[in-house]
């Protein structure tokens, strides 16, 4: 069975940085190269939404949020099983959980969470002034 893990969140002030990672198991490296990975987040009383995405069978291809983009970069290694979103330039809108999502196949069905089957636990993100 597929098990998502999320490290890396935590409070951090306006401006500052954090990296997410999502360590993937039950998946041998040619399984997992041809999942899309995804970093979704929600806010209280808001709605789950997709901030990025990956693909990388037969070459790397990433999705992004516009609140993402420019600041946040989504990146794997196939071989670790593992996923990171590297945050910069944090606000205090980005304080959410934030979640890890694999789906079988390309990105297609991104930034929708409902195409996403896997999804690990959340990590928090708190960003203060």
């Known amino acids: 069975q597929v098990q998502l893990v999320e490290s890396g969140g935590g409070s951090v002030q306006a401006g500052g940085s954090l990296r997410l990672s999502c360590a993937a198991s039950?998946?041998?490296?040619?399984?997992?190269?041809?999942?899309?990975m995804g970093w979704f987040r929600q806010a209280p009383a808001k709605e789950r939404e997709g901030v990025a995405a990956?693909?990388?069978?037969?070459?790397?291809?990433?999705y992004y949020a516009d609140s993402a983009k420019g600041r946040f970069t989504i990146s794997r290694d196939n071989a670790k099983n593992t996923v990171w979103l590297q945050m910069n330039s944090l606000k205090l809108e980005d304080t959410a959980m934030y979640y890890c999502a694999a789906n079988p196949g390309p990105c297609g069905s991104w930034p929708r969470a409902s195409g996403f089957p896997y999804w690990g636990q959340g990590t928090q993100v708190t960003v203060s002034s």
């Open positions: 990956i693909y990388s069978a037969g070459g790397s291809i990433t």
């Open positions: 039950a998946y041998t490296y040619n399984t997992y190269n041809r999942n899309c």
